[in-house]
Structures are given as C-alpha cells and as structure tokens.
C-alpha cells in the first residue's frame, strides 16, 4: 500500500504530466510549494530536485516550473513567513539541495551604480518614444535586431514577443554581459522563452544573473552544464556549491522517493 505522502507526490507528478502548457504547469508548482503541509512541500520540492538531477523527464518538466514559481513567489514579501518555515524544516531535515533552492544570496556581478549600457540607435531618421519602440520591438521585421539591446526592460519585453525570434536569438539576450539584472529577470519572467534549455542555460551561466534565480533554475538545466559549472569559476561560491552538491547526488545514486519527512 502506498502511504499518503508517496500518493499525494504522484498525484502532483500527474498533474505535471497531463499540461502541456508551461502557466499552467507553474501554477501546480505554485500550488505544491503552498501544500498546507510545509513538511510534504519540503519533502516534493526535494523529489523532485532528484528526478529531474536523474534525467526523468516528469520531474524535470517539474523543476521547470518549480523554478519559475519560486522566482515568482519568492519575491513577494507576503511570503515571507512561509518561506521561513520551509527553510527550517529543510534546514531540520537536513535536504540540502532545498535549502539552495530558498537561498537569496548577494548578485555576483552588477554594474556599477554610474555605468550605463549604451542607448540603441536606430537606422531611421527620427528620435523615438518609449512606446514607439516598444511597438517597434513587438512588431517590426527588422528593427527588433536593433532594439534587443535597448537597456529599457520594457523594451526588452516586446522584444521577447516578437513572433520573429528564435530561441538561438533569445540566448544570446540571455548570455549578453555585463547587463542589468532587471534585463535578464525579463527572460526569465517569459513563459515563452524559460522553457527552453538553451535559454535557461544562458541564464544560468551569465554572472550578472541573479544569484538567487540561478540557484533556483540550476537543476533543471543539462546535467553536463551543470557539472562544468562544479568546475568553473566565474559564478557565485554557492552556485558553484550547489552544482558540485548535484553532481555529488547524481553520482551517489541517491534515487529520488527516499526517507520520509520527520514531523
């Protein structure tokens, strides 16, 4: 017999498998990470770190959209206390991984207060407004090419619907630096592009990232990116920590659906 713990995980793993669409996978995880029981939530969110670290495509779908509606809810300071009671029990229950997954430390690279990313220049014989060039980015054939490097996030934004680009174009948006975090965090925020895992890959290894969101897309990207970051400099020390953490679990073959969360 199954007990409710492992029954309620699989009935989660269900609900992943049968959407197609990546709001609506997010809005499960959202409601897996607000589980009226922090223990189970605890104890999902590191099933799901495991699966998708051993390459089942339910799982890592799962992170997926675990990833994304943390980056979401974590910013939301009315969540606060509940985060606070998921990182205790992580912390109590010794589920590392989890515990990198709820971590916000300080960016790895900012650009200077004074620095600023260069303004676009485009081929026309006019000056623009901020909304001329946000239609333009949304729209145009061409001079979406231009304004991809607009440093306005709201720019940015339009860019990223455009039905023009591909995803080869959206990773190097992604990998572009030095930037602004707030020009990366469209990419992220972009049900459109976030599924892709050349776009999160991009993310993942750009140091003016995020810090907090990169530990929180870190599993679910290509393992072999994430043992090369085990290995490299060039991110935060607890990037780096946690890639060597999920290496460490691969290799341990700690299969995923393990020990029960104490209560």
Known sequence: MIDPLRKKYQHYLRRFASLDEALMRRSVARDLIFDPSNNDAVWMIDQILRGAIWG???????????AGALI?????????????????????EEREGVLF?????????????????????????????????????RTHATLWKFLQNDP???VLREVLRNPRLKVKDVQLIAARRPSYERLISEVVT????????LVREAVVQNPFTRTGSTLRILPSINFSVIHHISKSGGLHDSV?????????LRQSKSAPVNTLPKY
């Open 240 to 248: 780096v920590a946690f890639a060597k953490y999920l290496v460490k």
């Open 72 to 92: 979401e809810t974590r910013a939301c300071a009315d969540h606060y206390e509940m985060f606070k009671s998921l990182f205790l029990i992580a912390a109590n």
């Open 152 to 154: 306005n996030p709201r």
């Open 56 to 66: 089942q495509s339910v799982e890592i779908d799962a992170m997926v959209a675990l």
């Open 101 to 137: 997954l709820l971590r916000d430390p300080p960016n790895h690279r900012e650009m200077i207060r004074a620095a600023k990313l260069p303004e676009v220049r485009l081929p026309i014989s006019r000056d623009t407004t901020l909304g001329e060039r946000c239609s333009l980015a």
């Open 190 to 197: 972009s049900s459109r592009w976030f599924k892709e895992p």
